[in-house]
């Protein structure tokens, strides 16, 4: 269990400190929101394999949170909530939730759940199925790991990241149409603000150049992106 990462979106902090604290107990790694105004950016660094998330959150609900961390993980969400009404657990797993507890809680209730969606999830009852790879030159991307490979180097993706590089590589030389891309990495393109995908885009290019890869992403006017794989990368 020592390398599982929880991470638990509470304001209250005393009830965050004490669900912390019973979790490092049992050697999970955890840590706590701090800026309730960057949930997602706190999830992305922290790459946990699940999440506690409160309903009553300052700015926004924790509903409108789960929607976000759905863009970027797939790993288990379980709703901690003094509200105890039906819709509230109806609206919780509607949002991308995978469980719901009740304020006030049992700790072993909790640990118990924890562990059951771990085991689902990662452990032995998790779906034995082969690892989808997928390879550009030498680009190797390992979806389920989300990491991109080039020689020794291992890239840590962001799913969003992973879906972009995902398309760019399994269509590599062509062009990806940006209509395309919209609708694969986007269940309602209606809502989708036009510089989502620039901003997206411009993420994945910045973490190439980051970790020292060559390859880059052009932007084709008028018709989409195409993946660039330069001189020892093909």
């Known amino acids: 269990m020592a390398d599982h990462r929880i991470f638990i ?19 999970y790694e955890v840590r706590t929101a701090q800026d309730f105004d960057a949930i997602t950016e706190e999830a992305a660094a922290f790459q946990p394999h699940l999440i506690l998330l409160d309903i009553n959150l300052p700015s926004y609900d924790g509903y409108y949170w789960c929607r976000q961390l759905r863009q970027e993980t797939t790993c288990p969400v379980l709703f901690i909530s003094a ?4 819709m509230d657990q109806v609206f919780a797993l509607e949002n991308g939730g995978d469980d719901f507890i009740t304020k006030p809680f049992h700790y072993e209730i909790v640990l118990a759940k ?6 689902r ?9 082969e690892e989808r790879v997928i390879q ?4 190797t991307l390992y979806l389920e790991r989300l990491e991109l490979q080039i020689g020794k180097q291992v890239i840590p993706l962001q799913k969003k990241e992973c879906s972009i590089l995902e398309l760019l590589m399994q269509q590599y030389p062509k062009v990806v149409a940006r209509e395309q891309l919209l609708e694969e990495l986007w269940d309602d393109q209606a809502f989708v603000d036009e510089n989502t995908l620039n901003v997206n ?34």
């Open 9 to 27: 979106v509470e304001d209250d902090a005393k009830i965050a400190e004490l669900l912390a604290a019973t979790l490092r107990k049992y050697h």
């Open 83 to 86: 509200r105890s009404g039906d």
């Open 114 to 119: 924890i562990r059951s969606h771990l085991r």
């Open 121 to 129: 999830s990662y452990g032995e009852y998790a779906p034995k199925q």
């Open 136 to 139: 550009a030159g030498r680009l």
């Open 201 to 234: 885009m411009t993420r994945v290019r910045k973490k190439l150049s980051d970790y020292g890869v060559k390859s880059s992403i052009e932007t084709v006017r008028g018709a989409g992106y195409r993946l660039l794989l330069e001189e020892g990368e093909t």
